[in-house]
């Protein structure tokens, strides 16, 4: 099998899409699968693989971190007629994404797309509520031909189908549980950042206004004084929002910038809770990250986060953007500190079952059954 994936977003950037793309790209060289890789250029050292060509970049009006590329259509062409794929994964609607959908359709090549960001939640924190059925009919167009879009919760697969989009399939996140352990604890944390608190609680995440960080500084400010005494406050990541968090921030808050591998783990493993009030997630892998390093979360009852938390089990729902209820949930997990405990040990466990490969595996039977597909029943459209 010979894919074409196609992204405006990719590692070295630090998003999640980026990440997943990155272990997908890994998985699929391990099983032998032959791979182009059309990409935004990154300022960093390029991922390993000799598959990949990418393509000068600008930021990203509404995400910074990301990159739109600048791509070569006539370069993308010449490596396409060379490579001869037999399907074209698009990962991203944007300059990179539209070049491998042109070419598919131009070309029948069987193509599919994943959907990794509600967008139209973004515009709201943007001031730019005024384009969003204008970006609904662009996200229908640029999914009508292909033959299946791939989404990573319930909730994003009935947010597409409610405005029209077909053929949507579940493709979910896994984690690393080797990586994100809770073997990885260590008081060293306490050591680098001076915590004479008992209780560290964390945020890992984009400091941008889509994640609701203002809800997080309003449940800091609201917590009683016998809770917040207690706790120092780790918020790690990087983002437009920085300068006027740090101005508005309770003086037990730490900003640690951004964080990977080996010193990300130790940060979940060291916490005694996550705290993640964002409702724009289709998934949220640093949910995840967070259980499988044994910490429990208590996050937004919306998107992808409401279905990675089980409520009562592996830590607390709350209603989106209700700082009073992220406040007396905090509260109460410190009233019953054995929760916590009850809590990360049921989160590690479930962090367990959400194996990477077997995520992976199942994306490229997914691959094979589209291929298998009599060609009579695929959609037809004239680029």
């Known amino acids: 099998m010979r894919i074409a994936l196609f992204s405006d977003t990719f590692w070295p950037q630090m998003n999640g899409v980026a990440l997943t793309l990155k272990r997908l790209v890994e998985h699929l060289e391990k099983r032998n699968i032959s791979l182009r890789i059309f990409v935004p250029k990154c300022t960093e050292e390029d991922f390993f693989t000799s598959n990949i060509l990418s393509f000068s970049s600008l930021p990203f009006i509404l995400y910074p971190e990301c990159r739109i590329a600048l791509p070569n259509y006539f370069t993308i062409h010449s490596q396409l007629q060379q490579f001869q794929p037999d399907l074209i994964h698009i990962a991203t609607p944007f300059n990179i994404g539209l070049c491998g959908l042109y070419y598919g359709r131009k070309y029948a090549i069987p193509h599919v797309a994943s959907y990794h960001t509600h967008f139209d939640r973004y515009l709201n924190y943007y001031h730019l509520q005024f384009a969003s059925s204008l970006l609904w009919r662009y996200i229908r167009w640029f999914h009508q031909s292909c033959l299946a879009t791939f989404v990573p919760s319930v909730e994003t697969a009935e947010k597409l189908e409610e405005h029209g989009i077909r053929d949507v399939a ?13 073997d990885k604890k260590t008081g060293l944390i306490r050591e680098k950042y001076k915590i004479d608190e008992r209780y560290i609680f964390l945020y890992v995440g984009r400091l941008a206004p889509e994640k609701d960080l203002d809800i997080l500084l309003e449940t800091m400010k609201k917590l009683p004084d016998y809770v917040s005494g207690n706790v120092r406050w780790l918020l790690v990541g990087d983002g437009p929002l920085l300068k006027d968090l740090k101005a508005e921030a309770p003086s037990n808050v730490t900003f640690t910038g951004y964080m990977k591998g080996e010193n990300l783990a130790e940060l979940y493993a060291s916490a005694d809770l996550f705290v993640f009030p964002s409702g724009t997630e289709t998934f949220g892998n640093v949910v995840l990250e967070s259980m499988a390093s044994g910490t429990p979360v208590i996050g937004a009852k919306a998107g992808g986060v409401q279905e990675i938390i089980q409520h009562g089990k592996t830590g607390l729902l709350c209603p989106p953007r209700n700082s009073d209820a992220f406040a007396n949930a905090i509260t109460s997990m410190l009233e019953h500190p054995d929760r916590l405990w009850d809590f990360g ?16 595996d199942d994306l490229l039977l997914r691959y094979i059954e589209i291929l298998n597909a009599d060609p009579t029943k695929r959609k037809t459209f004239s680029a």
């Open 345 to 360: 040990q049921e989160s590690r466990l479930y962090a367990l079952s959400q194996s990477w490969e077997a995520i992976f």
């Open 170 to 182: 579940l493709w979910k996140r896994g984690v690393d549980c080797r990586l994100f352990n809770p």
